[in-house]
């Protein structure tokens, strides 16, 4: 499909899941229960904050530019810390996978990008830098985006910092995405990467903390960013 179909689509009305239930208290608890807190100290010596959700009870999916620079990590579970063994990482699409040991996780289930739809109702949960709890925020598919075998799925949801690495789960509470980055301006865009680009990071290879690696790609020059981002850039100012 190209741009011009992808946009057609966007302006399409739709009237998916309207009458859907809200989630319960107990159903948003349980959850919680699978979300980190991802801390690092800096080559400078300062520290730095995200979020990051298990897929297994070894591992933590996060974003990969909250452990750039970064010389330690941990992550923070019932105010235990732990520290990863090892890492899984995909610098172009923005995701990074940290083992561990003895952390005990809970994990959430994996979804399918392909059975997404425009408006399908979501569940955010985040935890920026000074919330002492999850912050959740019920919203909605405002985009999908075709890259690399996948959708980029764009929703309704705030985040900011230290969100970075907060999931996004359907209303069956599967888990459809991570929090990455957003558009600048007063009317900003939230931009999620797809689980299916965390499921082929699993086969990957673990990698250094400190190895070479690409620029995500929406961080890379303007001119090699994809089409959707510079679009959306231009009108969200």
């Known amino acids: 499909?190209?741009?011009?179909?992808?946009?057609?689509?966007?302006?399409?009305?739709?009237?998916?899941?309207?009458?859907?239930?809200?989630?319960?208290?107990?159903?948003?608890y349980q959850l919680k229960q699978?979300?980190?807190?991802?801390?690092?100290?800096?080559?400078?010596?300062?520290?730095?904050?995200?979020?990051?959700?298990?897929?297994?009870?070894?591992?933590?999916?996060?974003?990969?530019?909250v452990l750039t620079n970064a010389n330690g990590i941990s992550i923070s579970k019932w105010g235990v810390e732990y520290a990863p063994l090892s890492l899984q990482a995909d610098w172009k699409h923005d995701l990074c996978i940290l083992k561990f040991e003895w952390a005990d996780l809970k994990p959430v289930a994996m979804s399918d990008n392909d059975s997404l739809q425009y408006e399908q109702p979501v569940i955010s949960i985040s935890m920026p830098t000074d919330s002492p709890a999850p912050y959740v925020a019920l919203s909605n598919i405002k985009a999908l985006?075709?890259?690399?075998?996948?959708?980029?799925?764009?929703?309704?949801?705030?985040?900011?910092?230290?969100?970075?690495?907060?999931?996004?789960?359907?209303?069956?509470?599967?888990?459809?995405?991570?929090?990455?980055f957003k558009s600048p301006g007063r009317k900003a865009y939230y931009y999620n990467m797809p689980v299916k680009w965390i499921k082929a990071l699993l086969t990957h290879e673990s990698t250094d903390l400190n190895a070479l690696h690409d620029l995500p790609f929406w961080d890379a020059p303007e001119d090699k960013r994809p089409f959707f981002y510079a679009y959306c850039d231009a009108f969200s100012k």
């Open 1 to 28: 499909m190209n741009k011009f179909g992808v946009l057609f689509l966007l302006m399409a009305s739709t009237s998916y899941a309207e009458h859907m239930p809200a989630p319960t208290d107990e159903f948003l």
């Open 34 to 65: 699978s979300l980190v807190k991802v801390a690092t100290t800096t080559k400078s010596g300062g520290h730095g904050f995200g979020t990051g959700v298990a897929i297994s009870k070894d591992h933590v999916v996060t974003n990969c530019h």
């Open 145 to 180: 985006y075709p890259m690399d075998d996948a959708e980029v799925v764009r929703t309704e949801a705030a985040f900011s910092i230290g969100a970075s690495g907060s999931p996004i789960f359907d209303y069956a509470g599967k888990l459809i995405g991570i929090s990455t």
